[in-house]
């Protein structure tokens, strides 16, 4: 049993399990053997190497466990599962906001920076958090709640990978997707534009390259124009001369400090008194249904 206690072949293990190999069953099972094999170390080893075996068999449990949480809800849909359900109609005179985001939205009002007191705004944040895991959960934490108005902030972990490659193609199909998903449930649309990010602090620029992150607020603002959505600018007021992150405005070069959230509020406010009280987009359309188009004539 002392093979897996070797970290090349937990490695293996972790890589193997990551792979699309296998559906989650499968994948939840083989972690689950593991599990119950690295907890029948050998009881004849020697005092020191039984001590660092155990410590290493706890890293091992614990990392098992996370990756067993995550397989069986990708998307994290128990993260406000409780909190959605006490939350209750909406006032008629109610102005309902959800922001959906990552972890610049999860850490607002609850890290840094103070989430608009007073206001019936609902946060929805998850940290780590990709576009395709936001549109799977966009329903019950967003549509479900009966907002007037979402603010979307989401791409930026898609650009770094946290749950694999993606296009810039695929980053925009989400969130067009979540706007469209808004929309046709009479939910007026706030998009919000990438954050830029700095190395001033840690290396940040060479997982988010900050032309990726330009190119995704081109589409967005575009894509806002073209359907009567609106774009929340947070992009240009937080730059610095070098096209960068302000130093003063977050404390790793990705997320906002006190100051960076001060920056962000009330842009955040004018944008949604903007989708409020300006006129409502018009509905997407509608797809044709399959079969339902009349045959072109023949000639």
């Given at each position: 049993?002392?093979?897996?206690?070797?970290?090349?072949?937990?490695?293996?293990?972790f890589?193997?399990?990551?792979?699309?190999?296998?559906?989650?069953?499968?994948?939840?099972?083989?972690?689950?053997?593991?599990?119950?094999?690295?907890?029948?170390?050998?009881?004849?080893?020697?005092?020191?190497?039984?001590?660092?075996?155990?410590?290493?068999?706890?890293?091992?449990?614990?990392?098992?466990?996370?990756?067993?949480?995550?397989?069986?809800?990708?998307?994290?849909?128990?993260?406000?599962?409780?909190?959605?359900?006490?939350?209750?109609?909406?006032?008629?005179?109610?102005?309902?906001?959800?922001?959906m985001?990552?972890?610049i939205?999860?850490?607002?009002?609850?890290?840094?920076?103070?989430?608009?007191?007073?206001?019936?705004?609902?946060?929805?944040g998850?940290?780590?958090?990709t576009?395709?895991?936001?549109?799977?959960?966009?329903?019950?934490?967003?549509?479900?709640?009966?907002?007037?108005?979402?603010?979307?902030l989401?791409g930026?972990?898609?650009?770094?990978g946290?749950?694999?490659?993606?296009?810039l193609?695929?980053?925009?199909?989400?969130?067009?997707?979540?706007?469209?998903?808004?929309?046709?449930?009479?939910?007026?649309?706030?998009?919000?534009?990438?954050?830029?990010?700095?190395?001033?602090?840690?290396?940040?620029?060479?997982?988010?390259?900050?032309?990726?992150?330009?190119?995704?607020?081109t589409?967005?603002?575009?894509?806002?124009?073209?359907?009567g959505?609106?774009y929340?600018?947070?992009?240009?007021?937080?730059?610095?001369?070098?096209?960068?992150?302000?130093?003063?405005?977050?404390?790793?070069?990705?997320?906002?400090?006190?100051?960076?959230?001060?920056?962000?509020a009330p842009?955040?406010?004018?944008?949604?008194?903007?989708?409020?009280?300006?006129?409502?987009a018009?509905?997407?359309?509608?797809?044709?249904?399959?079969?339902?188009?009349?045959?072109?004539?023949?000639?």
């Amino acid at each position: 049993m002392k093979w897996l206690l070797r970290p090349c072949l937990r490695l293996g293990v972790f890589a193997l399990l990551s792979l699309g190999v296998m559906d989650a069953q499968q994948k939840v099972k083989l972690s689950s053997d593991i599990l119950a094999l690295a907890q029948q170390a050998p009881a004849t080893a020697q005092p020191q190497a039984a001590s660092a075996g155990g410590t290493d068999v706890s890293h091992l449990q614990a990392e098992l466990q996370q990756a067993q949480d995550k397989l069986k809800d990708w998307p994290n849909l128990s993260r406000y599962r409780d909190a959605n359900s006490q939350v209750h109609p909406p006032r008629p005179d109610e102005d309902r906001v959800v922001f959906m985001g990552d972890s610049i939205t999860d850490g607002w009002g609850r890290q840094y920076g103070k989430f608009f007191p007073e206001k019936p705004y609902i946060n929805r944040g998850i940290s780590g958090q990709t576009t395709p895991q936001m549109l799977i959960r966009f329903r019950p934490d967003v549509i479900a709640l009966s907002p007037k108005a979402v603010v979307i902030l989401a791409g930026t972990n898609d650009i770094a990978g946290n749950t694999g490659p993606a296009t810039l193609e695929a980053i925009e199909d989400n969130i067009a997707s979540m706007s469209e998903l808004a929309r046709a449930n009479g939910i007026r649309v706030v998009l919000a534009s990438l954050l830029p990010v700095c190395d001033y602090l840690k290396p940040q620029t060479d997982r988010r390259p900050p032309e990726k992150i330009l190119a995704v607020n081109t589409w967005m603002k575009d894509y806002a124009t073209k359907n009567g959505l609106i774009y929340l600018d947070y992009y240009d007021a937080m730059l610095d001369d070098s096209r960068m992150l302000k130093q003063q405005l977050t404390y790793d070069g990705l997320h906002p400090n006190d100051a960076g959230y001060e920056i962000m509020a009330p842009l955040a406010e004018k944008a949604i008194d903007k989708a409020l009280h300006g006129p409502p987009a018009v509905p997407p359309a509608k797809p044709p249904v399959k079969g339902s188009a009349k045959p072109a004539k023949r000639l």
